[in-house]
């Protein structure tokens, strides 16, 4: 049995963390299980993924603490290289993926939503890096992610003091994109999927690749990689068919 259910509507695939009893806890097994998941993606047919949560009450409420609470030095190295590795397939997976953020969203939690594209959150949401009120640091991308996604002095504020901030916060902050009541967040989450799956797939994944690729680089060397992601959409079929409908709209 997975602890990640996997269901495709269309050219949206949802994935969900399933283990709802202890908040969708990320142990080893789901890490593994959310990494299968992605394996099962068939990206010539589906154009944009969604992540949440079992229940209404937690997205993902950190890594397992159970898990955590028995390793040495070298076993929290290796479970935290473990959870980076799933998480930068996410952030680098080659289509959009969109976090539907249902709830509680702390330590593992957070920084997996981080790892996705796009955020959106349920009203009652929350955000948070709780790891230094449990002797540890966060582990799976969370210092580095929160610094470049919020202001620096947030970041460094939720994670020394663990600070936790709601939905209309994070909104305020840019963390999510928008917020929504809970009984309304999928249908928002896959409406924005819906708008991505009819743009150009190609194009897409470029865009994808060249925001991620480039938030790396000086800005001389970030607009000579976007002129080769940019090169790379002419001559498609949907650079010919989707300009030639723009220009002879009406006429044909
Ligand atoms: N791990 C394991 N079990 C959990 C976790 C978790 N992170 N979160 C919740 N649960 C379990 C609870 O133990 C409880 O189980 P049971 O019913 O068997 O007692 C069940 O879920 C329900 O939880 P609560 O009864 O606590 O529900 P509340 O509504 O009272 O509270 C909270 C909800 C506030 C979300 C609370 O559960 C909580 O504080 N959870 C822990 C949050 C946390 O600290 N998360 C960060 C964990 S550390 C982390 O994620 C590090 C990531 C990087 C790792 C790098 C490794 C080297």
Same mark, same amino acid.
């Given at each position: ?7 495709? /509507? ?66 929290? /190295? ?158 498609? /079929? ?15």
């Amino acid at each position: 049995m997975s602890f990640v259910n996997y269901e495709v /509507e269309g050219p949206i695939g949802v994935l969900t963390i399933n283990k709802e009893k202890s908040l969708n806890a990320l142990n080893s097994q789901v890490l593994e299980d959310l990494s299968a998941a992605l394996d099962a993606v068939d990206l010539d047919t589906v154009r944009c993924l969604i992540i949440t949560g079992a229940g209404k009450k937690a997205f993902v409420a950190g890594a397992d603490i159970g898990e955590m609470s028995t390793l040495t030095k070298a076993e929290g /190295e290796a479970f935290g290289a473990k959870g980076n590795a799933v998480f930068r397939r996410v952030e680098t997976f080659p289509i959009p993926i969109i976090a539907a953020v249902n709830g509680f969203a702390l330590g593992g939690g957070c920084e997996l939503s981080m790892a996705c594209d796009i955020r959106l959150a349920s009203d009652n949401a929350v955000f948070g890096q709780p790891e230094t009120g449990l002797g540890i640091t966060p582990g799976f991308g969370g210092t580095q992610r929160l610094a470049r996604l919020v202001p620096v002095g947030l970041a460094k504020q939720m994670i020394y003091a663990g600070t936790n901030i709601k939905a209309d916060k994070a909104k305020e902050c840019g963390l999510v994109n928008d917020v929504y009541p809970q009984d309304e967040l999928m249908d928002a989450a896959k409406k924005l999927a819906s708008k991505i799956a009819s743009n150009a797939p190609q194009a897409v994944r470029n865009c994808k690749a060249a925001i991620n690729e480039g938030l790396d680089m000086t800005m001389a060397n970030a607009v000579e990689l976007e002129a080769k992601y940019f090169g790379d959409t002419f001559e498609t /079929e949907d650079q010919v068919n989707r300009m030639d409908a723009f220009l002879h709209k009406g006429k044909k």
